[in-house]
C-alpha cells in the first residue's frame, strides 16, 4: 500500500524583513481560509491529546481543530472560548514552543500542528466577521467584584466572573487597559485593536472599566470594601523596572525597556509628532538583556531608524528566554547578538550623553540556582562598544503601589503579593491575586490561568463562603 503523503507544516507569511524592519505594521499577515484547513488536516486527533496537558488553560486543541478541518470556523472559535478568552493574544503571543506544540506527538518525528497559528486564524476570522454568539450568562447574584489591573489576569476573571452572574468593574491606573499586552508588546507583534477588540467584547457582556484609577493612592482596597465590593482581584504585573547598577547607568541615553517601549507602543512615540510623547531615537543602540521585552526594544529601535541595533546578553544562545520566533525575527531583521557578553561601565561625553559601553567577554560555569549554567568573566577580555541609546531589558519587580499601601496583605521575600497556589486566595480576607504580581514576569497565558482558578474561587467564596 501507498504510504500517505505527510502534510507539511503550513508557512504563515510574512512581511519581508527589509520592508517590516521599517514599519510597525505586524509581521505575520495571517493564513487564509485554504491553509489553516490544510493545516488542521496534519492534526491526528489523538486519543490521549497531550497538546491539551501543554495548554496553561486546557483548550479543547484536538476540539477545535478538527472544525477548522471542516471549515467550521465561527464553531471552532466558540469551542476556543469555553477555555481562552483572548485567542487572537494568545495566538501570536504564547511560548507555543514550549507549551502545546511543544507536546504534540507530530512534532516527535515532524514539525509540529501549528496550534498557535490556528487560534489566531480563528480568533481573527470571527473578529472579521462576527458571526458566533456571545456565550450565555448566569441570572445575576446581586455580588460585586472590584478587579485591579486590566492585564491578561485581571481580564480573565473579570470575564469569567461577569458570566457567571456577578457584577465586575475593572480598574487600571493607565489611561487604556490592557497591561502590557498594550503598553509592553509592540504593535507589529501585537496589533492594540485586538486586544481593544477583545476588551470592548468584556464590556458588551457588563464588565464596567475604570481608567486612570490607581488603586492604592485614588482608592484603597479597605475603602473598595466600603464602597460594597464583595471581592476584590488583584492583577497589578511586575512592570518596577530593573538596572545593572553599574558606573554611568544616570547618563543621558540610558532607558529601562519599560519606559522605551512604553513611550513607543501606549504613547504612540513611534509617531511623533503627530502624537505628543518624543522618545530617544538611537543611532547605534545597545539592549541589555535577551528575554522578550529585549527582543521587542531591538526591534522597535530598527524601526525608529536605528543603524545598529545589537543585544548584549550574558549567557549563551542556548539560555536565550525569548520565543523562538522573535529571536527568530530579530535575526532576520538585522538586530545584531553579541552573547556571553557582560557590560561593566557605561562611557559618557562632557555633556552627560551616552557615547558607550565597557564589557568583559564571559564563559559558563556550573548551573546556578536557576538550573542555568553560570557565566564567569574571562580576565583580561575588556572591550568597547559605541552607543547613543541603551536600553535595560534585565527584567523587572513587583508594582509596589498598591502592596506598600495595603494592610493585611503577606508578601514574600521579593514582595510579591503570597497567593494560594491553587485559589490565588490572599492572607488578607475577601482578596485574591494572580499573575505577574505573584509569580514574578511570566507569560500571557500563565497570567490567564491564574485568573481562571481564582475566578473559580470568588465564585464559591460568594455563593459558599471563605
Ligand atoms: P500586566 O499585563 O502587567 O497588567 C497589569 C496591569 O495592572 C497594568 O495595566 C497596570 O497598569 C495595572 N496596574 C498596576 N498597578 C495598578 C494599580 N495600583 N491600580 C490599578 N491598576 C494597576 N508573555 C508572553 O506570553 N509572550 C510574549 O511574547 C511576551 N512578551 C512580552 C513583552 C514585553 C515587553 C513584556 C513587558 C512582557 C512580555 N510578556 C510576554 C509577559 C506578559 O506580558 C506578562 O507575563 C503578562 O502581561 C502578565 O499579566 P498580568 O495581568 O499579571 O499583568
Ligand atoms: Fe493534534 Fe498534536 Fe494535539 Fe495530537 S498532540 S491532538 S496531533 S495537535
Redesign the pocket.
Known sequence: MAKKELIPRQPMPEQAPEVRSKNFEEVPTGQSPETAIREAERCLQCKKPVCVDGCPVGVDIPGFISLVKEGKFTAAISKVWEKNGLPAVCGR???QELQCEGKCIVGKKNEPVAIGNLERFVADYERMNKKASLPEKAAPTGKKIAV????????TVAGDLILKGHEVTL????HK?????????PEF?LPKEIVFSEVAGLEKLGVKLECN?????TISLDELFEEGYDAIYI?????LPRFLNIPGENLIGILS??EY?TRSNLMKAYRYPEYDTPVIKGKNVITLGAG??AM?SARTALRLGAETSRIVYRRSRDEVPA?AA?VHHAEEEGVEFFFLTNPTKFLGNEKGRLTGMEGLKMELGEPDDSGRRRPIPIEGSEFELECDLAIIAVG?GA?P??TQSTEGLKLNKWEYIEADEKTGKTSKKGVWA????VTG???????MGA?RQAADSIHDYLTIGW
Not at 489591573?149 to 481580564?155: E, H, I, T
Not at 484609577?213 to 493612592?217: M, S, T
Open positions: 503571543v504564547c511560548p485591579v489591573g486590566s492585564g491578561p489576569s485581571g481580564l480598574f487600571e491606573a493607565f487597559p490592557g497591561g502590557v499586552l498594550v503598553y509592553g508588546i507583534r484609577a490607581v488603586v492604592g493612592r492583577g497589578v504585573g511586575a512592570g525597556a519599560n517601549l522578550n521585552v521587542d520565543r522573535e523587572a508594582n503601589l498598591l494572580g499573575g505577574d504580581i514576569s511570566a507569560t500571557v497565558i500563565l497570567a485568573g
